[in-house]
């Protein structure tokens, strides 16, 4: 099995002049479903956009299997919230998926009888393959995650990156979308995905990663999501309702 874990060494971040998040070490586990949590503010899409050089970084060193992001980019998908989306381009799904197949094809070249294939397959995996047509404007939220992660697959990735993907859908939906990366998991791919109800977060995720400018913890969701850890997070209030030891 391959090792896709990634280590993140002394990582800092500065937006105008002011640190945002300071000198984290952490290692995310290859073949894993890791989540980022914390608090609003608290640095959880900076974090991840920093992981993949989307912004700067002010110190640290981020490897994907002991490799730097550019070697390896091609594996890599990245999804963002839906509010950094312009649905309103002139694109059908089949398009969108399509895109996934351009990293792997030479300067130039346009895809062909292969990769079309690709995005077929790609897109009846995630349950879409009579939504090929439609334009991405008229898609529900989670009709278009599922487009994504489509895409992802059309590309090859090993590496999925998703920012807040359960926000704005419905219950149904939440639950199509973490049974397909939970199959992506059984197949080797590393997930990690910015997210923020933490009612969820004991039975989506097998790491978490808990921030708030800074590593509060990081391991297996028994070991991290504890009272004391998410009281450090969000505060003492919070950290009681969430595991259910508010006293009346």
Sequence with gaps: MYNHEIMIQDLSVAYQGKT????????????????????????????????????????????????????????IAY??????????????????????????????????????????????????????????????????????????????????????PFVGIDAVSERKIFSILSELKKEGKTIVIVHHDLHKVEAYFDEVILLNRQLIAAGPVSQVFTSENLQLAYGEVIGQLVKGEMKT
């Design 20 to 75: 945002v998040l300071k000198e984290i070490d952490v290692l995310i586990q290859s073949q894993k479903i890791t989540g980022i949590i914390g608090p609003n503010g608290a640095g959880k899409s900076t974090f991840m956009k920093a992981l993949l050089e989307l912004v700067p970084k002010l110190s640290g060193e981020i490897l994907f299997s002991n490799l730097p992001i550019k070697n390896i980019r091609k594996k």
């Design 79 to 164: 999804v963002e919230q839906r509010s950094e989306l312009d649905l309103s381009f002139p694109i059908d799904v089949f398009g969108v998926v399509l895109l996934g197949t351009y990293p792997s094809l030479k300067f130039g070249r346009r895809p062909g009888r292969k990769e079309k294939e690709r995005a077929k397959q790609a897109l009846l995996k995630v349950g879409l393959a009579d939504y090929e047509k439609r334009q991405i404007s008229e898609l529900s939220g989670g009709q278009l995650q599922r487009v994504f992660i489509a895409r992802a697959l059309a590309q090859g990735a090993e590496w999925l990156f998703l920012d807040e």
